[in-house]
């Protein structure tokens, strides 16, 4: 399974980015699919999770009503829209599939990732 993480960039805050987590076979349709983030020094952060079909979603308590999970499963990609972006926000975010399951907070409960995209947040 190969993931192509995209749509980062240099924003200003309280703009507005979406990334898009590209399935090379669509093995995430079938799959629960979470986007962490990692700023430098920290740990990797849990930001969002959605099922395989779209209708279960969770959010890490620092994105929760600003940033926005969802899935096309016709093009095995996987977005995270975020909106009102904040300097906090600044890290490589990355996307990862858990196999046959979903609703996990945690790095190593997933088994594939994606390379990540930088989103860095200026003031």
């Known amino acids: 399974v190969q993931l192509q993480a995209s749509g980062g960039g240099l924003v200003q805050a309280g703009d507005s980015l979406r990334l898009s987590c590209a399935s090379s076979?669509?093995?995430?349709?079938?799959?629960?699919v979470g986007w962490f983030r990692q700023a430098p020094g920290k740990e990797r952060e849990f930001v969002a999770a959605?099922?395989?079909?779209?209708?279960?979603?969770l959010y890490g308590d620092s994105v929760k009503g600003r940033f926005t999970i969802s899935r096309d499963n016709a093009k095995g990609t996987i977005y995270l829209q975020m909106n009102s972006l904040d300097v906090e926000d600044t890290a490589v975010y990355y996307c990862?599939?858990?196999?046959?399951?979903?609703?996990?907070?945690?790095?190593?409960?997933?088994?594939?990732w994606g390379q990540g995209t930088l989103v860095t947040v200026s003031s």
């Open positions: 959605i099922s395989w079909n779209g209708v279960s979603t």
């Open positions: 990862a599939v858990r196999r046959g399951s979903f609703g996990s907070r945690y790095p190593v409960d997933y088994n594939y």
């Open positions: 076979r669509r093995t995430a349709s079938n799959n629960g």
